[in-house]
């Protein structure tokens, strides 16, 4: 898969100044996830804020404040033109590396050290990590002059993303240390790599996942959370039970749903995590598989627009800036909700725009703004794009 535009247009005054013609159906796609995330994190947490003696609506209430500051950086990521993103790419990767290990040194929080204690809010940067990644990546890959890729500029990829992910995979956070690995592998790949390089990395990746393993690197909770998924009859009552909950509350509310707010495995608190990581639950739950269609129709909305404006993109960064933000989304979308449906493991990766969480869903919102920038700046005449 080869990523080139052979044939650009230089960019006047008058192109900079055209009116930006805004992405609707994006747009459309992403409120309506956040509004829907908003109703589903009521109805996931109501219950058990009400058994602990507190306001059924801290939680959104919270979660809303997220969701405003979240339109915002969409909007003004919206409106950053490429070429200053692409001057603010190595700030923002040193930026995220320095958070990265300021974080390896503050207390641990539920086995390990994810957040930043702000007072009022718990800032974790790995989420942060990966939009300056996907800048970073793009930014090199970008200045290769060549149609394919050398084996020099592979390596160089290689170690800007193994410096960031090995931080994080010492926090440790497999997830999103994962996460960074897809969204590396699709973006070289579309920048132009060989089937030898490629099949290179793959086994590369490979053998260093054995590595970590032998080594015994591999945290045990991480190691369990596999073996609960390998064989579900093992651990029942621990590790399988969230797994076990999951699918009857998805299972349970069959074609249309139990309806909104209704729902033993969500009001009886059956689903630890439901507000977070299992949020899908109460969407299977409570507006059965027509409304978890309409979800993921929701984010397949969104990743077709995204490699739209990648595909119209103006130049090479910009085309690989909107390729990562679909490669991030797409690895969220598909290990969140098969971890509901048992087809991934438990990894801990939150819903985009609809499980709880603060510096998750800024980030996401601002990568999902980068790639809707590309789309607003598009080329105004047709470039030669090979996919």
Do not use: C
């Not at 109805?43 to 997220?66: H, K, N, W, Y």
């Not at 919206?78 to 930026?95: F, N, Q």
């Not at 990746?205 to 093992?234: C, M, P």
């Not at 699918?247 to 139990?258: T, V, Y």
């Amino acid at each position: 898969m080869v990523l080139t535009a052979r044939r650009t247009e230089p960019v006047t005054l008058l192109q900079r100044e055209r009116a930006l013609r805004p992405d609707v159906l994006l747009i459309l796609s992403y409120l309506a996830l956040t509004g829907l995330g908003l109703v589903m994190i009521y109805s996931a947490s109501a219950p058990r804020l009400l058994a602990d003696g507190e306001s059924p609506t801290s939680l959104v209430r919270r979660q809303m404040i997220f969701a405003l500051v979240g339109i915002v950086a969409f909007v003004l990521a919206s409106l950053i033109e490429h070429r200053t993103l692409k001057m603010l790419a190595p700030i923002a990767y040193v930026g995220s590396l320095i958070s990265l290990i300021v974080v390896l040194y503050m207390p641990v929080v539920s086995g390990a050290n994810r957040w930043i204690e702000l007072g009022f809010f718990q800032f974790q940067p790995s989420e942060l990590a990966k939009v300056s990644l996907i800048l970073a990546l793009a930014a090199l890959l970008a200045a290769s002059k060549d149609k394919a890729l050398h084996w020099t500029e592979i390596a160089r990829a290689v170690v800007l993303v193994a410096v960031p992910a090995f931080l994080i995979f010492r926090q440790p956070d497999l997830g999103t240390m994962l996460v960074f690995g897809f969204v590396a592998v699709v973006m070289v790949f579309s920048a132009g790599t060989t089937w030898r390089q490629f099949a290179f990395m793959t086994i590369t990746a490979v053998l260093g996942s054995a590595l970590l393993f032998k080594a015994g690197w591999i945290a045990e909770y991480q190691l369990t959370r596999i073996t609960a998924f390998l064989d579900e009859t093992s651990d029942v009552v621990d590790s399988n039970y969230n797994l076990i909950q999951s699918k009857i509350a998805i299972g349970s509310g069959g074609l249309f749903g139990r309806g909104l707010f209704e729902g033993a495995q969500t009001n009886l608190s059956f689903v630890p995590e439901q507000s977070t990581d299992f949020i899908f639950t109460a969407i299977g739950e409570q507006l059965g598989f027509v409304g978890a269609t309409v979800v993921i129709g929701l984010f397949a909305l969104i990743t077709w627009r995204l490699l739209v404006a990648a595909a119209n993109g103006r130049d090479r960064f910009s085309q690989l800036v909107a390729i990562g933000v679909a490669a991030m989304l797409v690895f969220h979308v598909f290990v969140n909700i098969g971890m509901t449906v048992r087809i991934t493991p438990v990894t801990g990766l939150p819903l985009p725009f609809l499980s709880a969480g603060g510096t998750a869903f800024i980030a996401m919102s601002l990568a999902l703004g980068l790639g809707h920038s590309v789309w607003m700046r598009r080329s105004p005449v047709p470039v030669d794009v090979d996919i």
